[in-house]
C-alpha cells in the first residue's frame, strides 16, 4: 500500500484537522471527535446534518457552509459514525426550528441516525430525517435493503440547504429534499478498485480489462463485469439504466458527473460531452452541469452519473447561493 499518510489509526482525525485548518473560515471541529459544523452557527434556521464512514471526500464535511449542511459527522473509513458522534452533532447545531439529518441508505448509517434522533428528542430537540436512495443499479446490496445511497446525496444537500437557508419550516425542507430524492436517480462504474488504509489491500481485485458496473461507493459488486468499453458506450450503459427507471421526457435535469477519486477531470468531461449528446438527442434539456469529484472512493478509478429531474422550485434553490468549501454557487 502506497499513500501519504502517517499512521493507520490517525487517517481520519488527521484529515479533520487539516480540513478545518484549510478552511477555518467554514469549519469548527467540536471537542473530542471529528464532528465538523458551521464556524459561525446560524440561528432562525433549519440546521441540516450528513455524514457516513470518511473515504468519500469531499463529502460530507465539504458541503458545510451556508446554503447547504450545518455538520457533517464522519465515521472510520467505509465505516458508519457512532449515535453519540451525530447526536453530539445534532445537540450544536440546533436551534428553534429544528434538525433535519439526511442520510444515505446504508444500513448502518441509517441505523446509528435513527437513534441519535431518538436520543436528541428526548431532549426535547424537533428531529426529522429523510433516506436518500438513488442508486438504480441493485434492488438490494451487501449494506442495504432497498436502493443505496450515493452522489445524487449531494443534490438533496444543495437544495433542501438552499430550502432552510431561506427560511422554510422543518416540514417545508424535509417535503423539498423527500422530492429531490423522488427525483434523483444514479449509477457508477469502476474500472479499478480502492485501498482502505486500514484493510492495507485493495478491496476487490478487477482484471486489467474489465469494468464493474453498477459498482457502490464502497466498493462493492454491482450489476455485472464486462469487458472495458469507449467512454461513450460506458455512458450510453449507464444512461440506459437511469432513463429507463424514471420519465425524463419534457423535464429540464440538472446533471452530475462524479469522478471516484481516481479518475482525472480530462476524462470526466470526455464522459460529459457525450451525456450532453444523449440527453439532447431525446429532447431532455440540460439546466446545469457538475463535473468533479463530489462523492469518491478514495483512489477509485471510476464515475457515475446522476440526473435530476427538476420543477421550477428546485431549479431556484439549486440556483440559490452556497458557499461551502467544496461547493459554490
Do not use: W
Not at 40 to 59: D, R, T
Not at 184 to 195: D, E, F, K, L, Q
Not at 265 to 272: A, P
Amino acid at each position: 500500500m502506497k499513500k501519504f499518510i502517517n499512521d493507520v489509526s490517525q487517517v481520519e482525525n488527521e484529515m479533520i484537522k487539516g480540513m478545518v485548518k484549510a478552511y477555518p473560515e467554514y469549519l469548527r471541529q467540536l471537542p473530542g471527535g471529528n464532528v465538523v459544523v458551521r464556524a459561525k452557527k446560524k440561528e432562525g434556521k433549519v440546521a441540516l446534518i450528513s455524514g457516513g464512514g470518511s473515504g468519500h471526500e469531499p463529502a460530507h464535511g465539504g458541503y458545510v457552509g451556508t446554503g447547504m449542511l450545518d455538520a457533517a459527522v464522519p465515521g472510520p473509513v467505509f465505516t458508519s459514525p457512532t449515535p453519540d458522534q451525530i447526536y453530539e452533532g445534532i445537540k450544536a447545531i440546533a436551534t428553534n426550528k429544528g434538525v433535519l439529518m439526511v442520510v444515505k441508505n446504508y444500513t448502518g448509517d441509517v441505523m446509528n441516525f435513527e437513534m441519535a434522533e431518538e436520543m436528541a428528542q428526548a431532549d426535547g430537540i424537533s428531529v426529522k430525517h429523510v433516506v436518500t436512495n438513488d442508486d438504480v443499479a441493485v434492488k438490494d446490496s451487501l449494506f442495504t435493503v432497498g436502493r443505496r445511497g450515493v452522489a445524487g446525496t449531494v443534490f438533496v444537500h444543495k437544495i433542501a440547504g438552499a430550502k432552510a437557508e431561506d427560511g422554510g419550516t422543518l416540514d417545508e425542507v424535509q417535503e423539498t429534499a423527500q422530492k429531490v430524492i423522488d427525483n434523483v436517480r444514479t449509477m457508477g462504474v469502476a474500472i479499478s478498485p480502492c485501498t482502505v488504509p486500514a484493510a492495507g489491500k485493495p478491496g476487490f481485485e478487477l482484471p486489467e480489462n474489465e469494468m464493474e458496473v453498477g459498482i457502490g461507493i464502497h466498493g462493492e459488486p454491482g450489476t455485472h463485469r464486462e469487458p472495458i468499453k469507449k467512454a461513450d458506450e460506458i455512458v450510453d450503459i449507464l444512461l440506459d439504466h437511469i432513463l429507463a427507471d424514471l420519465d425524463y421526457t419534457r423535464h429540464e435535469v440538472a446533471v452530475m458527473v462524479n469522478g471516484s477519486g481516481g479518475t482525472p477531470l480530462m476524462e470526466l468531461f470526455i464522459i460529459n460531452n457525450h451525456v450532453h449528446d444523449v440527453l439532447e438527442s431525446k429532447g431532455i434539456h440540460i439546466y446545469r452541469t457538475f463535473v468533479g469529484n463530489f462523492m469518491t472512493s478514495i483512489e477509485m478509478q471510476g464515475f457515475s452519473l446522476a440526473l435530476l429531474r427538476l420543477d421550477d422550485e428546485t431549479k431556484q434553490l439549486l440556483d440559490a447561493p452556497a458557499d461551502t468549501p467544496a461547493f459554490k454557487v
